[in-house]
């Protein structure tokens, strides 16, 4: 088992940036592959970007890249994502999981969630 918790979410303006954390608890966090997922109003879940158990590898949406950098200290065992240059679309609840299997970029893939962190970008 995997304890999740998200913070740093909050109402930014258009080309601002945030960090978001999620912090682990339970089971070994190291082992896991990590994502971030967010979700808009009326939309499904989607994929942001994700950081290997290592940390040596990342994975990230075309429309991500170059504005999103994950990151993970497995001795705090936290996972982190900064994004800059944030536009209105960007405003969604943010998820961070922690996967089993599977690819990376599939909600399918992750065993563990947490809660959410909302984040608002205003224009």
């Not at 304890?3 to 945030?18: C, D, K, T, W, Y």
């Amino acid at each position: 088992q995997v304890q999740l918790v998200e913070s740093g979410g909050g109402l930014v303006q258009a080309g601002g940036s945030l960090r978001l954390s999620c912090a682990a608890s339970g089971d070994t966090f190291s082992s896991f592959d990590m994502g971030w997922f967010r979700q808009a109003p009326g939309k499904e879940r989607e994929f942001v970007a994700a950081i290997a158990w290592t940390g040596h590898k990342t994975y990230a949406t075309d429309s991500a890249k170059g504005r999103a950098t994950i990151s993970r200290d497995n001795a705090k065992g936290t996972v982190y994502l900064e994004m800059d240059s944030l536009k209105p679309e960007d405003t969604a609840v943010y998820y961070c999981a922690a996967a089993s299997a599977g690819p990376v970029e599939r909600v399918g893939s992750y065993t563990y969630w947490g809660q959410g962190t909302q984040v608002t970008v205003s224009s």
